[in-house]
């Protein structure tokens, strides 16, 4: 791909790679056909106004990186982010090899995120000891709101480990992200060439993916495990689904008896 537009189609090709979607999902949420999209993909077609338009809206993605290259790949919240070093406070335990793990409801976000690297403020944290969970750096947090949802639903709290550097963690690893204006669970992904440039997706697809600069983290935090009670809700679900399946069965058997006796 030499022309101008064949820049551009690797670009589309690594942006649909980067949200894990098929040349048909991609299609459909930037309303074109799959076979427009190949026809871009393989440099044979421009890219229209109206599809480059549809991208940046449905994708939050950033047109003037998609046509020249040039900005970071999604677009950033509007509000300025004053990061400091990654960093974190430890709960200190008498016994070295029990961790103390300090719990960040949904109620404390806020004063986690001003306090975060005050050891007072740490220390009002409520702390418990988990069996699996030793001599390492943990926290949990609540999760607030249904951006990761089916893999982690509101109110779970997830059990977490401190992450010295962002940049070192592999493509789609979920974590907890601490900045001056949320704390966020998402999976993190980079870009390629650029490594300090922190691509943030939810796994539930309502939510559009952005992206804000490694030095914009305040803390990072690997999702290890969650505590749940969900799966009570779940197996509620599975019992009705199984009466709706027994009661179509019977309807279709009664069906089948009347075609029988005719």
Known sequence: MKNGNGFKAERIIMLRDLLNLSQ??????????????????????????????????????NCNWIVNGSGEIFYQDEKPLNGTATKHVVVETKNKEVSNIALVDEEAHAGYIKDYDTPEFIKTLQVYQIPGYENGTYRMFEVAGDSMTPTIFPAEIVITEFADDPAALENGTLVVLVTVDAVLAKRIYYYENDRNIVILKSDNTKYKTFSIQKKKILEC????????????????????????????????????????KK
């Open 24 to 61: 048909v999902n991609f299609a459909k949420k930037i309303h074109i056909s799959q076979g427009a999209l190949s026809q871009i993909e393989n440099g044979k077609s421009q890219i229209s106004l109206e599809t480059l338009y549809n991208i940046s809206k449905e994708l939050n993605v």
């Open 221 to 260: 935090w690997v999702i290890k495990s969650k505590i749940t009670s969900s799966f009570v809700e779940n197996g509620i679900l599975d019992n009705k689904r199984l009466a709706k399946l027994e009661q179509s069965l019977d309807s279709l058997k009664s069906e089948v008896k009347k075609l029988l």
